[in-house]
């Protein structure tokens, strides 16, 4: 004779709600299935949600994740040393853009004696380039010369798997689909910032060696001036067809277009890594926003020295025509 079968409701046993759960249950199998920004939006929820995402171990994975230059032995040991939550303090610092509030150059801590540049490019979510960048700030030489770090050798290329674009639009389509992670971290001071849009804002082919240049940028504002934090990714194409990564590099540029020194520059990087971070909301959206006014203040500015330059000419040549007219009557009348 079968024995019967006993079948345990919900009813019966209870409700069992997400607290009911096993701590570790709720780490290992909700938690960690969550991104930075999801991650920070549990935390909120609750008390125990907010002990739960405190764990270090899940902002580690997080930050190695999203930004694979930072699985670096000296990277681990640095951010896990971050005041106010190790990794999870590195996050904060390092996803969204730079306020667009303007700082000011007045600090009261010197300046960074080194930066670390951790860079990261995704193509469709695929990482197809990585690197740390060590540059050091208290030589004359940086101090200066223009501002600039390049990651590879001018004869260096890194290989990839993507398809080299012919087409414009294709290049178009790398605009959604080519992201950058460009972290300055200053390695005493524990500070970080990310100075790429993190998508493009422009993409231009050489018509006659084909090769394309995608840039990156960031509005930085300190002490009321503007300048452009300017990323810029070269990519060509080798013989058999595939995309060649060829330059990654970042200069700094002021509104007139000139190359700011290191020494100038230093004085915009430690405003943005003492400043007030962004929220990391529709970071994208905003990053596209500040470039396209950045530009039509720049095309604002040069119309208005146009104008300038044009009334001092006419001022200048209406003086030369005074002046040889006086000459010619003091010529006749004498």
């Known amino acids: 004779m079968a024995a019967p079968t006993t079948t345990t409701t ?17 780490k290992s199998h909700v938690l960690s299935r969550l991104n930075g920004p999801a991650l920070g939006s549990a935390a909120c929820c609750s008390a125990t949600l907010r002990q739960l995402s405190d764990d270090d171990s899940l902002w580690s994975d997080i ?29 904060s610092h390092a996803f969204p853009i730079p306020t667009d509030r ?22 469709k979510n695929k990482l197809i380039f990585t690197k740390i960048q060590e540059t050091e700030t208290v030589s004359g030489w940086f101090r200066c010369s223009p501002f600039r770090v390049d990651l590879l050798e001018p004869k260096d290329v890194v290989p990839t798997q993507i398809k080299h674009p012919q087409e414009e639009e294709e290049c178009r389509e790398m605009i959604r689909d ?8 200053d390695p005493v001071g524990r500070r970080a910032v990310n100075l790429s849009s993190q998508k493009a804002v422009a993409v231009q082919r050489h018509w006659l060696t084909g090769e394309v240049q995608v840039r990156y940028a960031s509005i930085l504002a300190v002490d009321g001036a503007h300048v452009q934090c300017g990323i810029v990714v070269t990519c060509g194409g080798a013989e058999s067809g595939e995309m060649q990564v060829r330059e990654v590099s970042l200069e700094m540029e002021d509104m007139d277009g000139m190359h700011l020194n290191g020494k100038d520059s230093l004085v915009f990087l430690q405003g943005v890594l003492e400043g007030k971070k962004g929220t990391g909301r529709k970071r994208v959206e ?5 470039y396209q006014e950045y530009v039509e203040m720049k095309r604002e500015r040069r119309e208005r020295k146009q104008r300038t330059e044009g ?24």
């Open 311 to 334: 009334a001092l000419d006419m001022l200048c040549v209406a003086f030369g025509v005074s002046i040889f007219v006086a000459f010619c009557c003091f010529v006749l009348c004498r």
């Open 178 to 185: 080519m992201s950058l992670s460009w972290i300055l971290i």
């Open 10 to 26: 919900a009813a019966q046993c209870g409700k069992i709600g997400f607290s009911d759960l096993h701590p570790d249950i709720i």
């Open 102 to 123: 303007n700082l000011s150059a007045q600090s009261q801590s010197p300046a960074p004696e080194e930066l670390i540049s951790a860079v990261d490019v995704h193509y």
């Open 286 to 290: 905003e990053g596209q926003r500040r």
């Open 63 to 91: 930050c190695h994740s999203t930004w694979p230059s930072t699985t670096s032995s000296r990277l681990r040991r640095l951010i896990s040393t971050f005041p106010g939550g190790g990794p999870r303090a590195f996050f």
